[in-house]
């Protein structure tokens, strides 16, 4: 099993690029001991992973042995914090992690399984997740950069901080998971308000592929979804879901609902392991852009990290199965696969990103500009590939839905007009909607009509604003690692701001991941220091996006919000217009192992 474990690790990880087989063996054989540093950056990724994917697997396995959902949600408690226990067992041993963590793991499904009997093989999940993460965090403790260790030890206040965050990222984690395994628990994690604490999205993906499946024809129509019609009485064969939202993106993303369906009518599941698939995505995302950076910024914001994690917008998104934040990682895995010169891994991973949610499509001009021709040959490759299979899989009538019926709508907006149907959640809707458009709403609700005239016209400029940002980046000559990276996320910021309906849930997660990559730079810069942060409070807990409750009014709602838009799009234009300093000494790579 252990060869199994170490040769998956190793294509995984030969498939960006990071490492070899060579190094991955001369590493094994080495046996270095890694210090307190490493260890406890290595352990936060193992603790978070298995309490990820404990859930994840439980859900599979009781979905699997027919076992009733209430059953599991009974125990979803336990499922974490022994989650937490059997990977704290892993991180505090050198040798033999795997081994201890498997037992500790099975000790503790043991004991979940003499209190409720019938949620003993859900449980069984502890065990392998924990050895596995176990031996993947001793591995990554390996190949950390030594300099951790020393840092660690030098500066005993910032670690102490930094540990003090790390568990507040395993405190948020461990809830999310929680009520993602038991949704009747009181586990939501930023406000109570039943619009946003129970809200879904994966359901709209999930029913859409349903529709699909049974031969309707146009998967976008509002009369299918009460989010648009509050008339609608959506009827689905699949167990525990509920459809509410529509479905909006375009006809190749029905292709991984369907599959899902496809295995299993368990929808409990299928949200289980979209759960732990999503939040491993992004993350892998954010620490591999991290480190293909390197130096002292990839350093920050790779220690940034867990505060990504726990921003309102990116838990938002992982509740609700939003496929946004995986646009985005799968973008920026894109470009670092190109760097990297994999363009059949990048090509694969942007036609995925453009083919469900179109802005990505933006990171096309400067690729175009700078003749990657090999690049973009790959992209075109895997958008006709998927476009073929999904033809295959959905028929066309979703192509001619969508061109005929849908695009039009997210143009003119009627595509996101929940407040018409729900007119008692209006002031939430425009309060939440971050886009230009968004802007331009909040400006008209605070007493200023003019702005409804200005903003179909300030929509077009913005279109065209954006291919030119993104030829300036396609223009540059000599940028470092660091420069490329935050003008790749601040043009798909601003890309999705363009959107007419860009939710403050999700959205300003890229503001809070650019901001990381920022933060270093503002370095013996008080301005760019206050406003950063003024820019992070606003991003991290979106105030105004919702309601405040007895702490302020309604009327509070609008300009807190419309600063926070403000803000955002300020961050994602300073970071696609910033010049970093030339230290080509500070980005070149500062040791052999992953931080490159």
Known sequence: MLDSLVTTVQVLYQLVGIITWEELIMDIRAHRSPGSGRRLAAGLVSTLSTILWTHALAGLLRSIFG???????????????????????????????????????????????????????????????????????AWLARRLPERLDAQSLARPWLTAAWVLLALVAVVQVGRLSTYMTNTQSDWFLSTREPFYAKHECLNAYVYGAELNRRGEPNVYHAGHYPGLNRAAHPVTELAGMAPEDPFQYAPRFLLWPRAAIAITHDYQAIRLVWFGINVTLCMAAVLLLSFWVGGRVGAVSALLSPIILIAFPTLHNFQYGQFHFATIALAILAMLAF???????????????????????????????????????????????????????????????????????????????????????????????????????????????????????????????????????????????????????????????????????????????????????????????????????????????????????????????????????????????????NTAKEIQPTSRKVWR
């Not at 408690?77 to 498997?102: D, I, M, P």
């Not at 820019?535 to 419309?562: E, K």
Request: glycine share 10%; with cysteine.
């Open 339 to 581: 760097a990297r010169r994999h363009p059949a891994i990048g090509g694969s991973a942007l036609a995925v990103s453009i083919l469900s949610k179109l802005f990505p499509a933006l990171l096309l001009v400067p690729l175009a500009l700078q003749r990657r021709w090999r690049d973009l040959a790959w992209t075109a490759a895997a958008g006709a590939v998927l476009t073929l299979v999904t033809l295959g899989v959905t028929g066309t009538a979703p192509f001619v839905a969508f061109a005929e019926y849908h695009l039009p709508r997210v143009a003119d907006g009627s595509a996101f007009a929940f407040g018409e149907a729900w007119p008692e959640m209006a002031e939430l809707l425009v309060a939440g909607n971050q886009g230009i458009r968004g802007i331009f709403d909040k400006l008209t609700a605070m007493g200023l009509p003019a702005a409804s005239t200005l903003s179909t016209r300030a929509g077009d400029s913005y279109g065209l604003a954006l291919l030119m940002v993104g030829a300036s980046i396609g223009l540059r000559r000599n940028a470092n690692r660091a420069e490329c990276a935050i003008a790749w996320l601040g043009l798909l910021g601003l890309g999705s701001l363009a959107s007419t309906g860009a939710w403050a849930d999700y959205v300003p997660l890229t503001c809070v991941w650019l901001l990381a990559l920022l933060a270093p730079l503002a370095s013996g810069r008080p301005a760019m220091q206050l406003a950063l942060g003024l820019c992070a409070v606003m991003q991290l807990f979106l105030p105004g996006t919702m309601p405040l409750g007895d702490w302020a009014g309604t009327s509070w709602m609008y300009p807190l919000s419309l600063l926070g838009a403000l803000a955002m799009l300020a961050t994602f234009t300073t970071g696609v217009a910033l010049r970093t300093p």
């Open 67 to 137: 076992i009733p959902v209430e059953v599991v949600a009974t125990v979803a408690v336990w499922l974490t914090l022994a989650a937490v226990l059997t990977a704290a067992a892993g991180v505090a041993v050198s040798q033999r992690a795997g081994v201890v963590a498997a037992t500790v793991g099975a000790a503790g499904a043991s004991a979940i399984g003499f209190a409720h009997p019938t949620a003993f093989v859900p449980a069984l999940a502890l065990a392998p997740t924990g050895a596995f993460f176990a031996l993947a965090g």
